[in-house]
């Protein structure tokens, strides 16, 4: 079955939940240069699958899934970094870095995918 829109990629679809979920943790940080910072990386995630979907050619996909799956690395140190300030518990980052692994590896295997195609 052929993807008709990024709305259908289940790698869309994780990464925007896991962003709006991030979004509430972080709602009321005062520290407004992390939380835009991480806001920022966790959104690029979708937005980047997003963007790659309309370009013109499968190697133009590629890249901007490679520029999703580093989004999803900064949005995972940043999670690290989050713990270690005490600005969430450790059974929030576990569950949040299980999460944006899986998102991660959802990726990574559509890039694969993508790449045996050409």
């Known amino acids: 079955m052929k993807?008709?829109?990024f709305?259908?990629?289940i790698a869309w679809q994780?990464?925007?939940?896991l962003?709006?979920?991030?979004?509430?943790?972080?709602?009321?940080?005062k520290d407004f240069s992390f939380k835009d910072q991480i806001c920022r990386a966790v959104v690029s995630i979708s937005n980047n699958i997003a963007e790659g979907f309309d370009r013109s050619s499968n190697a133009d996909f590629s890249h901007f899934l490679y520029?999703?799956?580093?989004?999803?690395s900064e949005t995972k140190?940043?999670?690290?970094l989050a713990h270690r300030l005490?600005?969430?518990?450790?059974?929030?980052?576990?569950?949040?870095?299980?999460?944006?692994?899986?998102?991660?590896?959802?990726?990574?295997?559509?890039?694969k995918s993508i790449i045996s195609k050409n």
């Open 86 to 111: 005490n600005y969430i518990s450790r059974e929030q980052t576990d569950l949040l870095l299980i999460r944006i692994t899986e998102i991660s590896k959802i990726i990574t295997g559509f890039i």
């Open 19 to 29: 962003a709006v979920e991030i979004y509430t943790i972080f709602q009321r940080s």
């Open 3 to 5: 993807i008709q829109k």
């Open 77 to 80: 140190s940043m999670l690290y």
């Open 7 to 9: 709305e259908d990629i």
């Open 14 to 17: 994780k990464a925007q939940d």
């Open 67 to 72: 520029i999703s799956l580093a989004s999803c």
